[in-house]
């Protein structure tokens, strides 16, 4: 596959991460370096994205109760298989089992749901949301976490401040698994997080854009 250029940079960014953490702080399961988070209303036909990411990137499908969830997912399930792409489900468990996802991605109000999740499916991917440092802390189970924002972003956290790099690093440092950078990533300021102990980035508009049909 041949990437665009700023699709390259997210990619080799991302790629350098994951080795260099591993190395430090390996996980149970394998992480993908690169994850692309999609939204009903900012990504509404994310299994395009999905097929062009590279082998071994994840894709984390969040519906956010949509009606068309099933479809959807059963789209995105098709895509990842046959793009070498994993697939985890936000949240919704049971729909996860249904479209035989790869595992699980939970926000921060439903951490405590990955001690339960972890035992009935061992083979799952488990990630989850945090924001600060109590629920950073209280993160038991998981294979790694996503903090957020980084850099200055939109959707959700637009209203929130940034981490920047080093408030980044400090609430890292406090994690008791991998963690990946989430947050106005994109391929201009991607190469700032090298050295900043992440496992990995994420995204949503950025890596849409990047790894566009």
Known sequence: MTLTEDADALWRTATALARAAAAVSPSKHAL??????????????????????????????RHFGAANALETGLRLRAATKDAGVRLLVGLDADLAERIEAD???????????????????????LTGAAHSPEAIRSAR??????????????????????????GFKALAALAPCPTYALGGIKAGNVADLIGSGACGIAGVDAVQSAFRP
Do not use: M, N, Q
């Not at 692309?36 to 509404?44: G, H």
């Not at 395009?48 to 499908?61: D, K, S, Y």
């Not at 924002?149 to 401040?161: T, Y």
């Open 103 to 125: 595992g699980v991605h939970l926000p921060e109000r439903a951490l405590s749901a990955a001690y339960a999740l972890s035992g009935r499916r061992p083979d799952w991917l």
């Open 32 to 61: 993908p370096p690169l994850l692309f988070f999609t939204d009903p209303a900012r990504t509404p036909r994310p299994w395009e994205t999905a097929a062009h990411l590279p082998v071994g990137a994840g894709v984390v499908f």
């Open 141 to 166: 189970d998981l294979d790694a976490l996503v903090l957020s924002p980084v850099f200055p972003a939109g959707g959700a956290s637009a209203a929130k401040a940034a981490l920047g790099i080093e």
